[in-house]
């Protein structure tokens, strides 16, 4: 079965990094695209950033765009989101997500002072 587990949210401080991890099992990794998303509270879940099978082919929303980078390392089944330079208004659950509707359980991220 379709597994997607996220890991490295945490608390940081506004201007901070992260990166968050999405390890992907029960099927071929690099046949798919993959993308995060993120949800806050009171909030509609949002489309952060996606990538295309190989990696080549990224794009990201325009609130992130030049702060967060996402990667795929399809050797070890996982698909990154590096975070520079957080807000405040970053804060929110990351999900990582496979066409189909497979979504991980979500990690935290805070980003307060």
């Known amino acids: 079965q379709v597994q997607l587990v996220e890991s490295g949210g945490g608390l940081v401080q506004p201007g901070g990094s992260l990166r968050l991890s999405c390890v992907a099992s029960g099927f071929t990794f690099s046949s798919y695209p993959m993308s995060w998303y993120r949800q806050a509270p009171g909030k509609e879940r949002e489309l952060v950033a996606a990538i295309s099978s190989t990696g080549r082919d990224t794009n990201y929303a325009d609130f992130v765009k030049g702060r967060f980078t996402i990667s795929r390392d399809n050797v070890k089944n996982t698909v990154y989101l590096r975070m520079n330079s957080l807000k405040p208004e970053d804060t929110a659950v990351y999900y990582c997500?496979?066409?189909?509707?497979?979504w991980g359980q979500g990690t935290q991220v805070t980003v307060s002072s």
């Open positions: 997500k496979r066409s189909g509707e497979y």
